[in-house]
């Protein structure tokens, strides 16, 4: 649509009174611009409703209702600091999610977790974006509400669902058509993260999964660009929790960034960026504490000369395998090494194949390794060692390889042109 933009803010960025009152400021900033806003649960919700569902597939049904009893009291406290004129009809609507939830919570649990876990988890982005919708709307900011499970359709692979692209685009060009509104300026606020299936069953998309919902409608609606609003400046070059003198990059490629995603830098959702390089549509990460700060464009053009990017990866397991009688790994071995890793669903996060052993590189997930171990080990001698840090760095310098590596024990190097990969033992 033309001179659409889409926005994204996260949880972090609706986790308060302050920030909702902020978030408003954003918005009306561009005023009578064609906006689809895009929001995650506030803060730490999604987490919470995860403790519900655990409680209630556990059969322990009150301490389900008393934990969905603090997620409610948190939206209404919030609501109630809000909103005065329109109050009433959110408490309504509030209060038509509740009842849905406790509903289900009475029941016993007849189907799979992960139905009910989508089922419960979904109402966090139903309520954040109910109340902040109502809001802008008393604060002269006129929007609509939109069930984005009446927009995106998906399969009903719970949990990770994915999503029906012909039947979505038809939803979301019929119902987001300029005509089609009361609004003067099309002000669209809608959920992050959720979807429902053909049968009207809410779905999930993946934790953290409203960037790429904010991508998909981008992608939809042909958008002028979208915009992830976040707490910190836009993309840094390295964790500054970790490094005191990590610099901002202003200005990155969409393969850039699926390449940093790849590594491990919690930046972007990795499935953020295909739907946009796809259409060509700029994504902007910017700060929503300070909105006149640069942040970073995310676009088709390669970014000149960047700095050396850091990622680091902790807790990584090191699986060393080895032929059992000498027999040299080849395709058939590596083959079925492949499968096992698929089955177990798990992946390495780096690989290096010799003549007679291979190793590999894993999160520590414990029970999936132990499955992929047990497989592992019909055909190999198998040994783990644990509390390794893996270290990526993109545009190295010698300079910096040597200033992050020092005196540290090395077990696996890998390198190309752009990027180096060591695993290391953290020194004692
Ligand atoms: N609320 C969801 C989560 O916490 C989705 C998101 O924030 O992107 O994972
Ligand atoms: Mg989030």
Redesign the pocket.
């Known amino acids: 649509m033309k001179g659409m933009k889409v926005f994204?803010f996260?949880?972090a960025s609706v986790n308060s009174v302050e920030r909702i009152q902020n978030l408003a400021a954003i918005v009306r900033s561009f005023n009578d611009q064609p906006l689809t806003i895009v929001i995650?649960?506030m803060g730490?919700?999604?987490?919470a409703l995860e403790k519900v569902v655990e409680a209630f597939y556990a059969g322990k049904k009150e301490e389900a209702l008393q934990l969905f009893g603090v997620v409610k009291n948190q939206h209404l406290t919030t609501a109630k600091y809000l909103l005065v004129t329109h109050y009433n009809p959110c408490l309504a609507r509030l209060n038509d999610f509740f009842t849905e939830i406790e509903w289900l919570l009475h029941d016993k649990p007849v189907r799979d977790f992960d139905y009910y876990y989508d089922q419960v988890?979904c109402v966090?982005?139903l309520l954040s974006t109910c109340i902040i919708s109502y809001f802008l709307n008393q604060e002269g900011i006129a929007n609509e509400w939109l069930d984005v499970r009446d927009l995106l359709r998906t399969d009903d692979n719970f949990r990770d669902a994915t999503i029906d692209w012909k039947v979505s685009t038809e939803r979301i060009h019929s119902h987001l058509t300029p005509n089609n509104s009361q609004l003067t300026t099309p002000i669209y606020v809608t959920q992050?993260?959720i979807g429902a299936t053909a049968d009207n069953e809410s779905t999930?998309?993946?934790?953290?999964?409203?960037?790429?919902?904010a991508a998909v409608f981008a992608n939809m609606l042909e958008a002028e660009s979208v915009t992830i609003w976040k707490d910190v400046e836009g993309v840094m070059n390295a964790d500054p929790k970790q490094f005191p003198d990590a610099q901002l990059i202003q200005e990155l490629s969409f393969r850039e960034v699926i390449e940093m995603a790849y590594y491990g830098a919690q930046v972007i959702?990795p499935k953020t960026i295909k739907p946009l390089q796809n259409k060509d549509i700029p994504l902007l990460v910017k700060c929503f504490l300070d909105p006149s700060l640069p942040g970073t464009t995310i676009h088709k053009k390669n970014a000149k000369a960047l700095p050396p990017i850091i990622v680091v990866k902790q807790q990584q397991v090191l699986m060393q395998l080895n032929s059992q009688d000498f027999s040299f790994v080849g395709e058939q071995p590596m083959s079925h090494l492949y499968a096992w890793i698929n089955q177990s669903r798990i992946k390495p996060n780096l690989v290096q194949t010799g003549a007679i052993g291979v190793q590999l590189c894993f999160d520590d997930r414990a029970d999936r390794l132990e499955q992929l171990a047990s497989k592992a080990s019909n055909e190999f001698d198998v040994q783990l060692e644990k509390n390794l840090t893996l270290l990526t760095i993109r545009h190295y310098t010698r300079e910096k390889f040597e200033a992050l590596t020092n005196g540290k024990e090395i077990l696996l190097q890998q390198q190309s042109k752009e990027t180096v990969q060591v695993l290391y033992r953290e020194p004692q």
Do not use: I, M, P, Q
């Open positions: 994204k996260g949880g995650s649960a730490k919700t999604t987490n988890v966090g982005e992050g993260f999930t998309l993946g934790r953290e999964g409203s960037d790429y919902t959702h």
